[in-house]
């Protein structure tokens, strides 16, 4: 039995695009939010191609679900944040030197 329902695409990209819009102020990245959307969408179906694929080579299961992938766009704007806490220190370090 598959407990496991796929969202559409149309959904996942809603679902991600709301999240970096509630954060766009934040990250600066009002004008990339399409494409993160679409490149969310990518990864996780992708994910779910090379589970299938996974499964039918080595008859072992993996599931992306709906909250792999809300923990998916959760981490990249997380890990957005820190790099972009990071990046401008590494860049003073390395123009100013040690």
């Known amino acids: 039995m598959d407990w496991y329902n796929l969202w559409p695409r149309e959904a996942l990209y ?14 600066d990245i009002k004008e990339c ?3 993160l959307s ?5 990864i996780h179906n992708s994910v779910s191609l090379a589970t299938d694929k996974y499964y ?16 998916l766009v959760k981490t990249f704007v ?10 401008p220190q590494k860049k003073f370090r390395y123009e100013a030197g040690l």
């Open 33 to 35: 939010i399409a494409e």
């Open 78 to 87: 997380s890990q957005l944040k820190l790099q972009k806490e990071l990046v």
């Open 56 to 71: 039918n080579e080595l008859r072992r299961y993996n599931y992306t679900t709906p909250t792999s992938y809300l923990e």
């Open 38 to 42: 679409e490149i969310t969408v990518f």
């Open 14 to 27: 809603d679902v991600a695009t709301r999240a970096y819009t509630e954060n766009a102020e934040a990250l």
